[in-house]
């Protein structure tokens, strides 16, 4: 599904299969709210929202050109297949008027592979994005590269201050008077289930005494 309201690359990348309705409904509403109308920043809030949506914090923009997949649901044109063939290669049932899919009927061919940006140096220059770690809260966070919608962000950096606390909290005082106490136990404990279960053979007198009873008999 394209939204209706896409223009300029916002489209073209909803019409590739990189953006959803939800992406690019996120990316039109800050950009009434912000101010923004330069394409390539209101391409980056629209992955930035893609990537949340599947799965990440944030989008690498240096690599995000090799890294998106395409998502089939979203493809254009899937929906004109629809009863062609089983999902597996095989023509399906005939349609409710007697028949079958014209298999020789030209389908609808795939979209085109978006044309990325060249550089996103827009986004430093927005009113929608802070720059660096100690910039004023924005919607959106550019840091070494990685834009985040900044919520996403303030939540990373609260789960790496808690980790860092964490390690340099000193580990639990042991005592080693203690743990020696009760090694000597377990180790005691030990000896003393192992002598119980070991077989106690008769002396070598009441071997004798039991053979000659045996002998007498």
Not at 132 to 154: I, S
Request: with cysteine; glycine share 10%.
């Amino acid at each position: 599904m394209i939204p209706v309201r896409a223009t300029g690359l916002l489209r073209e990348f909803a019409e590739a299969g990189v953006l959803s309705v939800a992406d690019v409904h996120v990316a039109l509403r800050l950009s009434r709210l912000g101010g923004e109308a330069v394409p390539e920043v209101l391409l980056g809030v629209a992955l930035a929202v893609r990537g949340v949506r599947t799965g990440s914090v944030c989008v690498d923009l240096s690599t995000v050109a090799d890294a998106v997949v395409l998502e089939p649901d979203d493809l254009d044109g899937l929906d004109g297949l629809d009863g062609l063939d089983g999902g597996d290669g095989v023509p399906g049932p005939a349609a409710a008027d007697g028949r079958a899919g014209d298999l020789g009927a030209p389908q609808p061919a795939d979209p085109p592979a978006p044309l990325w940006p060249d550089n996103w140096d827009a986004l430093t220059t927005s009113p929608l994005v802070a720059v660096g770690p100690a910039a004023p809260w924005r919607p959106l966070r550019l840091v070494d590269g990685l834009l985040y919608l900044d919520r996403y962000w303030q939540h990373e950096q609260l789960v790496r201050r808690e980790l860092e606390e964490r390690a340099a909290r000193a580990g639990p005082v042991v005592v080693r008077a203690r743990v020696s106490l009760w090694r000597s136990r377990l180790s005691a404990t030990s000896r003393s289930a192992s002598s119980r279960s070991v077989l106690r053979l008769p002396s070598r007198k009441k071997w004798s005494s039991a053979h000659g009873t045996l002998s007498g008999a």
